[in-house]
């Protein structure tokens, strides 16, 4: 069965940067992207972006852009997801996520999901 | 941006007893070409990620229980649940897929009565 496994929760200053990572197995991972969600505590999903697992190609949210970086080593089949200038506004878990299917492609609905990391942002 | 707007923020539901949620997105996410509605519904239980129930709108997952349905099409869906059971309590998000930015209704949190 395909699995994301996410790195555990993390505890930031405002202004600094936190890496979270989303270690995938049980299917090649350069078949398929990953995206990120996030989510604020007691609020909805927000999409963040896109990284291919094939090349790297990413699609970010305009929110975000200039802020992350998704980046991805196929060697250990593990995508990884950079935030920067974190202020309180940034606290939430971030999730990965696989879309359903076969195929490869940003647009798509998320089918496998990672257990969620919390970042917590506070002085 | 296409934006998703769910309706009831929340509902409260006996046993048994049907729950309906709407979803209405600000452009049609019927895609032409292949005839098929982008839009997805999610279950989200308290500390866990959603999880994918109905796919194109109306295509249930693989083990979701029959209950639960997806219709609509072009702008207006809905998620019906005949006849809620305790496990259901959840909050249901619906997503679009025609387009990026990806983006997600606000949720509706479903409570038993």
């Known amino acids: 069965q395909f699995q994301l496994e996410q790195s555990g929760a993390e505890l930031r200053k405002p202004g600094a940067s936190v890496k979270v990572s989303c270690k995938t197995s049980g299917y090649t991972f350069t078949n398929h992207g990953i995206t990120w969600v996030r989510q604020a505590p007691g609020q909805g999903l927000e999409w963040m972006g896109w990284i291919s697992g094939y090349n790297g190609n990413t699609r970010y949210a305009e929110k975000f852009q200039g802020r992350v970086t998704m980046t991805t080593d196929t060697s250990t089949s593990t995508a990884y997801m950079e935030l920067r200038s974190l202020t309180s506004d940034d606290t939430a878990v971030y999730f990965c996520?696989?879309?359903?299917?076969?195929?490869?492609?940003?647009?798509?609905?998320?089918?496998?999901w990672g257990q969620g990391t919390l970042v917590t942002v506070s002085s | 941006d296409i934006v998703m707007t769910q309706s009831p923020d929340s509902l409260a539901v006996s046993l048994g007893e049907g729950a309906t949620i709407n979803c209405k997105s600000s452009q049609s996410i019927l895609y032409t070409p292949n005839n098929k509605n982008h839009l997805a519904w999610y279950q989200q239980k308290p500390g866990q990620p959603p999880k994918l129930l109905i796919d194109w709108a109306s295509t249930r997952e693989s083990g979701v229980p029959d209950r639960f349905s997806g219709s609509g099409s072009g702008t207006d869906f809905t998620l019906a649940i005949s006849s809620l059971q305790a496990e259901d309590v959840a909050v249901y998000y619906c997503?679009?897929?025609?387009?990026?930015?990806?983006?997600f209704g606000g949720g509706t949190k479903v409570e038993i009565k």
């Open positions: 996520a696989r879309r359903p299917d076969s195929k490869y492609g940003v647009v798509s609905s998320l089918g496998y």
């Open positions: 997503q679009q897929y025609y387009d990026t930015p990806l983006t």
